[in-house]
C-alpha cells in the first residue's frame, strides 16, 4: 500500500500542522490560566468564568454551547475516516478500533478496581480520552523520524477514542430525560438527514438552523448538549472523492477556529483552579490514583494489549514502517488526556469543586508525563531503528 493512500491527500497534513501549533496554543493557554488564577488576581480572574449570564456561568455557555462546535468537528472528521481515511478499509480499521478500545476499558478498568463503591465511581470515564490536539502535538516534534502510518494510526485512534467518549457521555452522563425535548432533537436529527439523502439539499443554512434548534433542545433534554454536534455532522451531506462538498468545506473551514479559539477558551476557563499548597496529598486518593494509573499505565497497556492481540489472531496487520516498540510509544501519548478528560470531568463530578479541581490537576500531570515518556521512549526506538 503506498503512503500516499493512507493520507487523504493535503487535508491531513493541514490538520497535522494545525494541531502542532494548536497543542502548543493550548499549553500556553493552559499556564495563563493557572498562573492567573493563583496570583493577586486570582479571585477576579475565576470571578469571570464564574460570573452568571442568564441561566449559566460563562464558564457553563462555554462548555454546553462552544464545545458543541468542537464535538461538530470531530464528528466531521470521523465522517472522513469512514468513508475515506483508515475506517474505510475494515482490515485497516480494525487496529486503530482495537488500540481505541483497549485504550479506553483498561484504564476504565484501572480506575474503576480503586474506586468502586466509593462516591468517586463515576470518574471511571476520565482516564479513557485521549486529546489528538496535544498527542500529534508531541508526536509532531520528533520530525520526519515518524513513519507516516504511525501518525495516521495515533490520528484515527484518536478520532475513535473521541466516537467512544461521546458515546460514553450519552449513556453514563446523561441525567434524568426531559422526553419531549429529547424527541424533537431527535425528529430534527431524522429531518436534517431526509434533507441530505433523499432531497440532495447542500445549502449549509438549513443545516445551521436545524443544529441550533437541536443543540437548544438537547440543552434541555438531559442528554448533554454538545451531542448535538455530532448529530448534526451525520447529516452534513458528504461525497466520497469530492473534496468540495459540504461535510469537507467545513471541516476545513472549522479547524483553525476550533484549535486557536474554541479549545484554547476552554482551557482558560476550566483550568482557572486554585493550586492548594497541601496538593500533593491528593494524589493518594483513589479517584487521583485511578486517573493518573489509568492515564499513564492504562492507555499504553490497554492500546498495546488489545492491537497485538486483534494482529495475532489475523484481524489485522500492522502498518507499514511500524513495529511494536513504535506502536507502544504511539499508546504512551495516549495518556495524554487533557480536553476531552476535563470535559468528563465537569460532567462525572458536577456540583463538588474539590473533586474537579483536584481531577483537573491530576490529568494535567498524567498528560504531561505521558507527553515526557511517550517522547523520550519514540526518541531512542525511533533514532535507534532508523
Not at 111 to 119: E, V
Not at 204 to 229: E, N, Q
Not at 345 to 352: D, M, V
Amino acid at each position: 500500500m503506498r503512503i500516499s493512500n493512507l493520507l487523504s491527500g493535503r487535508t491531513l497534513r493541514r490538520f497535522m500542522e494545525s494541531e502542532k501549533s494548536g497543542g502548543l496554543t493550548l499549553i500556553v493557554c493552559t499556564l495563563i490560566s493557572i498562573l492567573l488564577a493563583n496570583s493577586s488576581i486570582g479571585e477576579g480572574y475565576r470571578g469571570i468564568w464564574d460570573f452568571h449570564a442568564g441561566s449559566h456561568t460563562v464558564a457553563e455557555w462555554i462548555n454546553d454551547g462552544l464545545m458543541a462546535i468542537f464535538f461538530l468537528l470531530v464528528g466531521l472528521e470521523l465522517i472522513q475516516e469512514i468513508y475515506e481515511g483508515e475506517l474505510s478499509n475494515i482490515k485497516r480499521a480494525m487496529l486503530p478500533i482495537s488500540g481505541a478500545l483497549g485504550g479506553m476499558l483498561i484504564p476504565a478498568a484501572i480506575y474503576m478496581s480503586l474506586n468502586f463503591g466509593t462516591d468517586t465511581h463515576a470518574g471511571f470515564g476520565i482516564p479513557m480520552a485521549t486529546d489528538i490536539a496535544f498527542a500529534l502535538g508531541v508526536l509532531s516534534l520528533l520530525g520526519n523520524r515518524v513513519p507516516v502510518s504511525l501518525k495516521v494510526f495515533l490520528t484515527a485512534l484518536a478520532v475513535i477514542d473521541d466516537l467512544g467518549a461521546i458515546i460514553v457521555i450519552a449513556i453514563f452522563y446523561t441525567t434524568s430525560l426531559a422526553w419531549v425535548y429529547l424527541i424533537i432533537a431527535l425528529g430534527m436529527f431524522v429531518l436534517l438527514l431526509i434533507l441530505n439523502k433523499k432531497f440532495n439539499v447542500t445549502n449549509l443554512i438549513p443545516y445551521l438552523i436545524g443544529g441550533v434548534i437541536m443543540w437548544y433542545c438537547m440543552l434541555h433534554s438531559g442528554v448533554h448538549a454538545t451531542i448535538a454536534g455530532v448529530l448534526l455532522a451525520i447529516t452534513i451531506p458528504f461525497r466520497r472523492g469530492d473534496a468540495k462538498c459540504l461535510s469537507n468545506r467545513m471541516q476545513h473551514a472549522l479547524h483553525y477556529p476550533v484549535a486557536f479559539i474554541v479549545l484554547p477558551i476552554f482551557a482558560l476557563a476550566n483550568t482557572a483552579m486554585v493550586i492548594e499548597g497541601n496538593w500533593d496529598q491528593s494524589v493518594g486518593e483513589p479517584f487521583a490514583m485511578g486517573i493518573l494509573l489509568g492515564l499513564i499505565v492504562g492507555k499504553p497497556l490497554g492500546i498495546t494489549l488489545l492491537s497485538f492481540i486483534s494482529v495475532k489472531t489475523g484481524l489485522c496487520a500492522l502498518p507499514r514502517g511500524v513495529n511494536w516498540k513504535a506502536l507502544l510509544g504511539a499508546g504512551m501519548l495516549g495518556g495524554i488526556g487533557f480536553t476531552m478528560s476535563i470535559f468528563i470531568t465537569l460532567l462525572a463530578f458536577k456540583g463538588n469543586a474539590h473533586y474537579i479541581n483536584e481531577s483537573k490537576l491530576m490529568i494535567l500531570l498524567a498528560s504531561l508525563a505521558s507527553g515526557i515518556i511517550g517522547y523520550a521512549w519514540l526518541s531512542n526506538v525511533l533514532k535507534r531503528s532508523r
